[in-house]
């Protein structure tokens, strides 16, 4: 099937299989209810190949965990359909179940098998976080889940629609299924907008290329990310490299998990072995098999950006995840945290990778997602659940000192604005700022991490919920550079501020109105060793109040002060 | 009042005149050279040769790029701000966005650094209700702080100050009553619109720019003064209208699109009355193509923008998407041996290689000159006397066709491959976005170097015709004059529909219409008609984003009867049914915000008086090798402004003028229609 295409065509094909990702993106993102789709992004669009799920194409906004996530997906439903033998034209497969899909139990994906004159051509797919999909916790982040079905309902692959038919049973039980029915709703008919738009926008291009020069061109695009990987992996030296990172806690029992990773390249390839890694925990850090090997993606496309965002880029990568470890956690061991321990897994492959070629890889970022849930009754009865995650600074890096209040490096989700929470919630931030002395020394230093100070306004009170990292072990510098700072989260009560026994993650924290909690994220690690930072880029953050005159002495010794301002 | 209308449009390398005489309706057009830093010298130089007398002159509209190039260079003033206690990182914290997706990279700094980000005690809860009244010495002591610091200008920055303006505006009156100049801005009434960071950061560019641009303005409106002129003087801003001048050094922000939008004003105008509606402009300068989209007539229009990472500025505008694939812009192979164009840019100076100014990398321009589309011996704008085409073709064979195996033309031509299949892809982009299929516009290059890619951007995106305005290089100047006077608003109302105080909303709405009004009456110039607009921002409950709902409301003597309830879900249902083509049974609606927009429509002048009178058949003025797909052909090429109404000359053609070189390629076919456009279609007997 892989005949040639000459390069203009692909290009232009490329740009077209692209826009049509982003476009269904897009009419999720307008349309979609909750606004960890609508405003955080927390979604992904994408095309997949027919016989074996890996991703052909994904859109420019979704979330980069998707990328890899969702082939594994697709598989499923590939494996489940050729089982029941039964895969018709305007099939819709829904599901949630994240050992099978990777992810968490939040994460809804639809999957359509994409028919072009009565042939299968490929598979389009729809993933989106909502935003409560039962369980014990609004909004899904249980620190104390044993197992998933205290995270979540969960639902194997199903058809949601047969042939063009939607069944009305499976949309009753899920809205039964979920605090935020309306919500639920909304979200589910982007996503059957979004796939809709993706098969008419399909048949435009196959009517107009045909499917032989369509898929000449996936085929085109799959092995030049192939090549470009081998060439970049050729460009670096060969050798191994080991890291070593922590979790906290599962929230469960109070004992650090480790995350260990070698990165070994040979020639044009590249293996990752995450032999020493922490075994299946009790508590919801553990996360499934695709999710691990999703995660090696996402990596390894920080460390490479200019690579296309397609399943060609992982055919040189050989990923090995010990069995039995929480890297590789079986039904039904509860995965709800697993964007913590994704982000570590990040961290360490960075760690080592800087060990191989410094300039390519930044320091660690803050590490954690710090989903925090604020809920509570209305004077009417009425519940309401905020919930969102934060941010922290970026590492630094060959060329610039980490970026200030950044989002996490598995995500392009941005933040609500704060009037917009307080307008739907009765909350008020005392402090939304940035953390000074928080990003890591270094030539180039980490950016800081930021300080949300929350007040309940409403008069019965409320309850909190965190699900945080990086409250005992700080997010690593690179190539000599110093730590960031550490996650800490507090909380008043009548007598005075504390903090949760499990540091970073706690359930069912009681709030009168007028209380508040207070989340200080980390800073990003530092690049380089903190002498040769520039005298004048120190003073410049100490005049900024963003070092203090203390902790610049003792980082970087006295010669800032001799610079003129 | 009569006389005579000018635009003056400066952009990065031009400073483009169009002078309109009102009198008989006849045009003249003129271009100098933009100087810089002040641009003031090309604009007076440019209009001094256009004009003997200024007192001839009732109307001088100005389209400007000192406010994006303010912005993109950050060489605005020295600005303070003045906000919450808690929440002096807003601007710099952005909304927790990154500058790229993959590779973790790169920092921020926002234009007021930290240490002039001052904090006070006050605070407004969403409701509006005051929680803490602001210490008004507080800010005295903040603000005298700032001016010990140096600080030209300040901006006042509350949390909720638009659901509740009384702590910011208390605060901004203390400051202004001893702030040393007019350089202060407040959040309300910059944007009274919900979300921090978006206001926030709109105020303070607001306020970053009022000294360098406000003093640019008053230096342009002094030399006109002295120079006679006792008109108008107005400022285009970047929804495509046009504010007088110290509406323009009050809010100096709504000009960072300022000469790019009046450049789709005017395109939209000679397109509608050439009798395409539908039409997807496409605007060639050195660095960038931009494109923007109009349909039925109508600019579309974006509620915000980022002018770089991390600087938002949200006031409407007309919605240009920007490329770097200009006619500087640099050609490269990658280490993968793909051949890439940009981002980076020779701009105009040094400029492409065959300028001879020092750049010695490949542009787009110099594959033109190589391939013979371009005239070396007549460069466009006059600064130079002959292009270095040897020059250019070393370039070529260095940085492109070595690496690639290829000889000079068919690296040449592989450069413009890949630039027109980049700027193709823009267009396609803008209008598959909003649910358009391209194949239904018209393409109109303009700018320079558009119209010599008008026939590769019909071949990629299956456009049927392109349509190169007369003057394609002075078209954003004929949009200074064309653009009518206008003045956007909103204020956030934030209920639901159930809960809507029909009172309140009347009064925001008179209040705009009024402000609006007088606004036009302050103006000297003539209008045809006024026309006020209001728009809902609305949703369901529960959801964040919102749809426009347009309402239908009559004007009487100046006021405004207001739309009840009934009326807003009645507009609301229409709306949302055609965007996502049904309603939620149990959804309860909700208003965020209301918009409104007053315009006086600006007489409009008769584009055929444009249009060529000579009837003569011209002949080509010479022939000239040319370079198509593989081959030399030998082209005629014409004095575009000589040819007559309805000529037709076949491709392979070249039509020169002052500006801007027409490029017709082989199968294609050039008219000249009644207002003087050539009108690019395939040619007849061919597909």
Same mark, same amino acid.
């Given at each position: 099937m892989s005949r040639d295409i000459d390069p203009i065509t692909l290009a232009v094909l490329a740009g077209r299989m692209e826009q049509i990702a982003d476009e269904m993106d897009a009419t999720l993102f307008r349309a979609a209810f909750n606004p960890i789709i609508a405003e955080a992004h927390d979604a992904s669009h994408g095309l997949y190949h027919a016989a074996s799920g890996d991703t052909l194409v994904q859109g420019k906004s979704g979330l980069p965990i998707f990328v890899g996530v969702m082939s594994f997906a697709v598989k499923a439903v590939i494996d489940k359909a050729a089982a029941d033998g039964d895969l018709a034209d305007g099939d819709i497969y829904i599901f949630n179940d994240a050992h099978i899909g990777g992810t968490h139990l939040s994460d809804m994906r639809l999957v359509r098998p994409y028919f072009y004159k009565g042939e299968l051509f490929c598979y389009l797919a729809s993933v989106g976080h909502w935003h409560d999909v039962g369980g014990a916790v609004?909004?899904?982040?249980?620190?104390?889940? !044993?197992?998933?079905?205290?995270?979540?309902?969960?639902?194997?692959?199903?058809?949601?629609?047969?042939?063009?038919?939607?069944?009305?049973?499976?949309?009753?039980?899920?809205?039964?299924? !979920?605090?935020?029915?309306?919500?639920?709703?909304?979200?589910?008919?982007?996503?059957?907008?979004?796939?809709?738009?993706?098969?008419?926008?399909?048949?435009?291009?196959?009517?107009?290329?045909? !499917?032989? !020069?369509?898929?000449?061109?996936?085929?085109?695009?799959?092995n030049r990310a192939e090549a470009l990987m081998r060439a970049e992996l050729t460009a670096l030296p060969d050798g191994r490299w080991s890291a070593e990172d922590f979790l906290d806690n599962d929230g469960i029992s109070d004992a650090a998990l480790p995350i260990c990773v070698s990165l070994e390249i040979k020639g044009d390839r590249m293996v990752l072995d995450f032999e020493g890694t922490a075994p299946r925990c009790a508590g919801p850090v553990n996360i499934a098999l695709p999710t691990a090997v999703a995660t090696a993606y996402v990596a390894i496309k920080h460390i490479f950006p200019s690579l296309p965002a397609n399943a060609g880029v992982m055919r040189p990568v050989d990923v090995k995840v010990p069995e039995g470890s929480l890297l590789s956690a079986e039904f039904p061991a509860p995965v709800g945290g697993y964007t913590e321990t994704i982000l570590r897994m990040i961290d360490v492959i960075f760690s080592a990778a800087s060990q191989a070629a410094p300039e390519r890889v930044v320091a660690n970022a803050y590490g954690t997602i710090n989903a925090l849930s604020i809920a509570g009754k209305r004077a009417n009865g009425a519940p309401w659940v905020m919930f969102s995650f934060y941010g922290g600074g970026h590492g630094g890096s060959v060329e610039s000192d980490g970026l200030n209040h950044g989002n996490a490096p598995i995500s392009t989700a941005t933040i609500p604005p704060m009037e917009i929470l307080e307008a739907a919630y009765p909350v008020m931030f005392r402090q939304w700022a940035l953390r000074p002395d928080s990003g890591g020394a270094g030539a180039h230093r980490g950016g800081m991490g930021a300080v949300y100070e929350i007040e309940v306004l409403e008069e019965n009170g409320a309850e909190a919920f965190l699900f945080g990292e990086r409250g005992r072990f700080a997010p690593q510098g690179v190539a000599g550079g110093g730590t960031g700072a550490m996650n800490v989260f507090s909380y008043e009560q009548d007598n005075g501020w504390l903090n949760p026994p499990l540091i970073s993650k706690m359930r069912g924290i009681k709030l009168r109105q007028g209380q508040a909690v207070r989340l200080e994220t980390p800073g990003g690690g530092g690049y380089g060793v903190a002498s040769d930072r520039d005298p004048a880029a120190i003073a410049r953050d100490v005049a900024r109040g963003l070092v203090s005159p203390d902790r610049a002495d003792t980082l970087y010794g006295p010669a800032w002060q001799e610079v003129d301002q | 009042m009569s006389g005579r209308m000018i635009g003056v449009d400066v952009g990065g390398t031009f400073t483009d005149i169009f002078v309109l005489n009102e009198d008989d309706g006849t045009a003249s057009v003129g271009k100098v050279p933009t100087t810089r830093p002040d641009q003031s010298g090309g604009f007076l130089a440019g209009m001094a040769a256009q004009v003997d007398d200024l007192s001839q002159l009732s109307v001088v509209v100005h389209g400007t790029t000192a406010g994006t190039n303010a912005l993109l260079e950050r060489k605005g003033a020295k600005a303070g701000v003045i906000t919450t206690q808690g929440l002096r990182d807003v601007l710099e914290m952005r909304r927790r966005d990154r500058p790229r997706t993959w590779g973790l990279r790169g920092d921020f700094e926002p234009v007021v650094p930290r240490e002039l980000r001052l904090e006070v005690p006050e605070r407004t809860l969403a409701d509006g209700s005051i929680r803490t009244a602001v210490d008004l010495q507080a800010v005295r002591d903040a603000a005298h702080a700032l001016l010990e610091q140096g600080c030209e200008a300040v901006s006042i920055l509350f949390a909720n100050a638009y659901a509740n303006p009384e702590n910011e505006a208390a605060a901004v009156e203390t400051v202004r009553a001893f702030w040393p100049n007019p350089h202060v801005s407040a959040s309300h009434e910059i944007l009274p619109e919900i979300r921090e960071f978006e206001r926030f950061s709109t105020t303070a560019l607001n306020a970053y720019l009022q000294p360098e641009i406000s003093g640019y303005l008053d230096r342009l409106q002094a030399a006109l003064q002295s120079g006679g002129f006792d008109g108008e003087f107005m400022i285009v801003q970047s929804n495509g209208g046009v504010m007088a001048v110290d509406t323009a050094c009050r809010f100096p922000v709504r000009t960072a699109l300022s000469g790019p939008a009046a450049g789709v004003i005017a395109a939209g105008y000679i397109a509608q009355t050439a009798g395409f509606p539908d039409v997807i402009t496409g605007d060639m300068g050195g660095t960038s193509f931009d494109v923007s989209l109009i349909s039925g007539g109508k600019t579309v229009l974006s509620p915000e923008t980022s002018i770089d990472f991390g600087m938002v500025v949200r006031t409407p505008m007309i919605e240009i998407t920007t490329i770097g694939a200009g006619g500087g812009s640099i050609s490269w192979v990658d280490k993968g041996g793909l051949l890439n164009i940009g981002p980076e840019s020779a701009g105009s100076d040094p400029g492409p290689v065959a300028y001879g100014l020092g750049n010695d990398r490949p542009t787009v321009t110099d594959a033109?000159?190589?391939?013979? &589309?371009?005239?070396?011996?007549?460069?466009?704008?006059?600064?130079?006397?002959?292009?270095?085409?040897? /020059?250019? &073709?070393?370039?070529?064979?260095?940085?492109?066709?070595?690496?690639?195996?290829? *000889?000079?033309?068919?690296? /040449?031509?592989?450069?413009?491959?890949?630039?027109?299949?980049? %700027?193709?892809?823009?267009?396609?982009?803008?209008?598959?976005?909003?649910?358009?299929?391209?194949?239904?516009?018209?393409?109109?290059?303009?700018?320079?170097?558009? /119209?010599?890619?008008?026939?590769? %951007?019909?071949?990629?995106?299956?456009? /049927?015709?392109?349509?190169?305005?007369?003057?394609?290089?002075?078209?954003?100047? %004929?949009?200074?004059?064309?653009?009518?006077? &206008?003045?956007?608003?909103?204020?956030?109302?934030?209920?639901?529909?159930?809960?809507?105080?029909?009172?309140?909303?009347?009064?925001?709405?008179?209040?705009?219409?009024?402000?609006?009004?007088?606004?036009?009456d302050a103006a000297r110039t003539r209008f045809q008609a006024r026309e006020v607009t209001f728009e809902l921002d609305m949703a369901y409950v529960g959801q964040t984003h919102t749809v426009p709902v347009p309402l239908t409301v009559s004007l009487t003597e100046g006021k405004v009867q207001a739309p009840t309830r009934a009326d807003v879900i009645a507009a609301f249902d229409t709306a949302y049914h055609g965007i996502y083509g049904r309603l939620l049974d149990k959804g309860?609606?909700?208003?965020?915000?209301?918009?409104?927009?007053?315009?006086?429509?600006?007489?409009?002048?008769?584009?055929?008086?444009?249009?060529?009178?000579?009837?003569?058949?011209?002949?080509?003025?010479?022939?000239?090798?040319?370079?198509?797909?593989?081959?030399?052909?030998?082209?005629?090429?014409?004095? &575009?402004?000589?040819?007559?109404?309805?000529?037709?000359?076949?491709?392979?053609?070249?039509?020169?003028?002052?500006?801007?070189?027409?490029?017709?390629?082989?199968?294609?076919?050039?008219?000249? *229609?009644?207002?003087?456009?050539?009108?690019?279609?395939?040619?007849?007997?061919e597909v």
């Amino acid at each position: 099937m892989s005949r040639d295409i000459d390069p203009i065509t692909l290009a232009v094909l490329a740009g077209r299989m692209e826009q049509i990702a982003d476009e269904m993106d897009a009419t999720l993102f307008r349309a979609a209810f909750n606004p960890i789709i609508a405003e955080a992004h927390d979604a992904s669009h994408g095309l997949y190949h027919a016989a074996s799920g890996d991703t052909l194409v994904q859109g420019k906004s979704g979330l980069p965990i998707f990328v890899g996530v969702m082939s594994f997906a697709v598989k499923a439903v590939i494996d489940k359909a050729a089982a029941d033998g039964d895969l018709a034209d305007g099939d819709i497969y829904i599901f949630n179940d994240a050992h099978i899909g990777g992810t968490h139990l939040s994460d809804m994906r639809l999957v359509r098998p994409y028919f072009y004159k009565g042939e299968l051509f490929c598979y389009l797919a729809s993933v989106g976080h909502w935003h409560d999909v039962g369980g014990a916790v609004p909004g899904n982040y249980n620190p104390a889940a !044993t197992d998933a079905f205290q995270e979540a309902f969960v639902l194997p692959p199903v058809k949601l629609a047969r042939a063009g038919q939607i069944s009305q049973d499976i949309i009753d039980i899920l809205l039964r299924n !979920t605090r935020l029915p309306q919500s639920a709703e909304g979200d589910l008919n982007g996503q059957l907008g979004a796939l809709d738009l993706g098969v008419k926008r399909m048949d435009e291009l196959l009517s107009e290329y045909g !499917t032989d !020069t369509v898929s000449a061109a996936l085929d085109a695009m799959g092995n030049r990310a192939e090549a470009l990987m081998r060439a970049e992996l050729t460009a670096l030296p060969d050798g191994r490299w080991s890291a070593e990172d922590f979790l906290d806690n599962d929230g469960i029992s109070d004992a650090a998990l480790p995350i260990c990773v070698s990165l070994e390249i040979k020639g044009d390839r590249m293996v990752l072995d995450f032999e020493g890694t922490a075994p299946r925990c009790a508590g919801p850090v553990n996360i499934a098999l695709p999710t691990a090997v999703a995660t090696a993606y996402v990596a390894i496309k920080h460390i490479f950006p200019s690579l296309p965002a397609n399943a060609g880029v992982m055919r040189p990568v050989d990923v090995k995840v010990p069995e039995g470890s929480l890297l590789s956690a079986e039904f039904p061991a509860p995965v709800g945290g697993y964007t913590e321990t994704i982000l570590r897994m990040i961290d360490v492959i960075f760690s080592a990778a800087s060990q191989a070629a410094p300039e390519r890889v930044v320091a660690n970022a803050y590490g954690t997602i710090n989903a925090l849930s604020i809920a509570g009754k209305r004077a009417n009865g009425a519940p309401w659940v905020m919930f969102s995650f934060y941010g922290g600074g970026h590492g630094g890096s060959v060329e610039s000192d980490g970026l200030n209040h950044g989002n996490a490096p598995i995500s392009t989700a941005t933040i609500p604005p704060m009037e917009i929470l307080e307008a739907a919630y009765p909350v008020m931030f005392r402090q939304w700022a940035l953390r000074p002395d928080s990003g890591g020394a270094g030539a180039h230093r980490g950016g800081m991490g930021a300080v949300y100070e929350i007040e309940v306004l409403e008069e019965n009170g409320a309850e909190a919920f965190l699900f945080g990292e990086r409250g005992r072990f700080a997010p690593q510098g690179v190539a000599g550079g110093g730590t960031g700072a550490m996650n800490v989260f507090s909380y008043e009560q009548d007598n005075g501020w504390l903090n949760p026994p499990l540091i970073s993650k706690m359930r069912g924290i009681k709030l009168r109105q007028g209380q508040a909690v207070r989340l200080e994220t980390p800073g990003g690690g530092g690049y380089g060793v903190a002498s040769d930072r520039d005298p004048a880029a120190i003073a410049r953050d100490v005049a900024r109040g963003l070092v203090s005159p203390d902790r610049a002495d003792t980082l970087y010794g006295p010669a800032w002060q001799e610079v003129d301002q | 009042m009569s006389g005579r209308m000018i635009g003056v449009d400066v952009g990065g390398t031009f400073t483009d005149i169009f002078v309109l005489n009102e009198d008989d309706g006849t045009a003249s057009v003129g271009k100098v050279p933009t100087t810089r830093p002040d641009q003031s010298g090309g604009f007076l130089a440019g209009m001094a040769a256009q004009v003997d007398d200024l007192s001839q002159l009732s109307v001088v509209v100005h389209g400007t790029t000192a406010g994006t190039n303010a912005l993109l260079e950050r060489k605005g003033a020295k600005a303070g701000v003045i906000t919450t206690q808690g929440l002096r990182d807003v601007l710099e914290m952005r909304r927790r966005d990154r500058p790229r997706t993959w590779g973790l990279r790169g920092d921020f700094e926002p234009v007021v650094p930290r240490e002039l980000r001052l904090e006070v005690p006050e605070r407004t809860l969403a409701d509006g209700s005051i929680r803490t009244a602001v210490d008004l010495q507080a800010v005295r002591d903040a603000a005298h702080a700032l001016l010990e610091q140096g600080c030209e200008a300040v901006s006042i920055l509350f949390a909720n100050a638009y659901a509740n303006p009384e702590n910011e505006a208390a605060a901004v009156e203390t400051v202004r009553a001893f702030w040393p100049n007019p350089h202060v801005s407040a959040s309300h009434e910059i944007l009274p619109e919900i979300r921090e960071f978006e206001r926030f950061s709109t105020t303070a560019l607001n306020a970053y720019l009022q000294p360098e641009i406000s003093g640019y303005l008053d230096r342009l409106q002094a030399a006109l003064q002295s120079g006679g002129f006792d008109g108008e003087f107005m400022i285009v801003q970047s929804n495509g209208g046009v504010m007088a001048v110290d509406t323009a050094c009050r809010f100096p922000v709504r000009t960072a699109l300022s000469g790019p939008a009046a450049g789709v004003i005017a395109a939209g105008y000679i397109a509608q009355t050439a009798g395409f509606p539908d039409v997807i402009t496409g605007d060639m300068g050195g660095t960038s193509f931009d494109v923007s989209l109009i349909s039925g007539g109508k600019t579309v229009l974006s509620p915000e923008t980022s002018i770089d990472f991390g600087m938002v500025v949200r006031t409407p505008m007309i919605e240009i998407t920007t490329i770097g694939a200009g006619g500087g812009s640099i050609s490269w192979v990658d280490k993968g041996g793909l051949l890439n164009i940009g981002p980076e840019s020779a701009g105009s100076d040094p400029g492409p290689v065959a300028y001879g100014l020092g750049n010695d990398r490949p542009t787009v321009t110099d594959a033109n000159v190589v391939l013979g &589309r371009i005239d070396p011996d007549s460069p466009i704008g006059g600064k130079l006397k002959r292009l270095d085409v040897e /020059a250019a &073709r070393i370039a070529i064979d260095t940085h492109v066709g070595q690496p690639l195996d290829l *000889d000079t033309e068919q690296a /040449a031509e592989a450069i413009l491959r890949v630039a027109n299949s980049r %700027m193709a892809g823009a267009i396609r982009l803008v209008s598959i976005e909003r649910g358009f299929d391209p194949k239904q516009f018209a393409f109109m290059p303009f700018g320079g170097g558009g /119209a010599l890619h008008a026939g590769a %951007m019909m071949a990629e995106v299956g456009i /049927a015709r392109a349509i190169v305005p007369r003057y394609p290089g002075v078209t954003s100047a %004929m949009g200074c004059v064309i653009a009518d006077m &206008r003045q956007d608003f909103v204020q956030t109302i934030n209920t639901l529909v159930d809960h809507l105080d029909e009172a309140a909303l009347a009064r925001f709405m008179q209040d705009h219409t009024d402000t609006g009004m007088e606004m036009l009456d302050a103006a000297r110039t003539r209008f045809q008609a006024r026309e006020v607009t209001f728009e809902l921002d609305m949703a369901y409950v529960g959801q964040t984003h919102t749809v426009p709902v347009p309402l239908t409301v009559s004007l009487t003597e100046g006021k405004v009867q207001a739309p009840t309830r009934a009326d807003v879900i009645a507009a609301f249902d229409t709306a949302y049914h055609g965007i996502y083509g049904r309603l939620l049974d149990k959804g309860m609606r909700r208003i965020l915000n209301l918009r409104s927009a007053v315009t006086g429509k600006r007489p409009k002048f008769d584009l055929s008086t444009l249009a060529p009178s000579g009837t003569v058949r011209i002949a080509p003025k010479n022939v000239r090798p040319v370079h198509f797909g593989s081959e030399w052909r030998d082209t005629a090429i014409y004095d &575009r402004l000589s040819l007559p109404v309805g000529t037709v000359i076949k491709g392979p053609a070249i039509l020169e003028q002052l500006d801007t070189t027409v490029l017709i390629e082989p199968g294609l076919s050039g008219r000249v *229609d009644a207002y003087g456009n050539t009108i690019i279609e395939p040619a007849e007997g061919e597909v």
